[in-house]
């Protein structure tokens, strides 16, 4: 059963920085390429990076040149590190095995970005 466990959210100013931490269980960690999502009030979830097992990386032009996706095969653990953050990076941010398995989103991490 796959399980995701986010967190480092937070309230930040914009131009601030945040760092997400997803834990993640019931597959392979290291063979599996990971994503990070997030939804944003009254939107649909959206794509933010990705990651493959071998360490590529895509990124949503919205976040490009200002988020990295990186993650630890050791820990299981994926990693967002986002800077520059703007007030429309406001949302609950998800992890994810990518494609996601049927029911298998987490409770997700909220970012607030105040102007």
């Known amino acids: 059963q796959v399980q995701l466990v986010e967190s480092g959210g937070g309230l930040v100013q914009a131009g601030g920085s945040l760092r997400l931490s997803c834990v993640a269980s019931?597959?392979?960690?290291?063979?599996?390429?990971m994503a990070w999502f997030r939804r944003s009030p009254g939107q649909e979830r959206e794509f933010v990076a990705h990651?493959?097992?071998?360490?590529?990386?895509i990124y949503a032009d919205s976040v490009k040149g200002r988020f990295t996706i990186s993650r630890d095969n050791a820990k299981n653990t994926l990693y967002l590190q986002m800077n520059s953050l703007k007030p429309e990076d406001t949302a609950v941010y998800y992890c994810?095995?990518?494609?996601?398995?049927?029911?298998?989103w987490g409770q997700g991490t909220q970012v607030t970005v105040s102007s």
């Open positions: 990651i493959w097992s071998s360490g590529h990386t």
């Open positions: 994810n095995y990518n494609p996601p398995p049927a029911d298998s």
């Open positions: 019931g597959r392979t960690f290291s063979l599996n390429a």
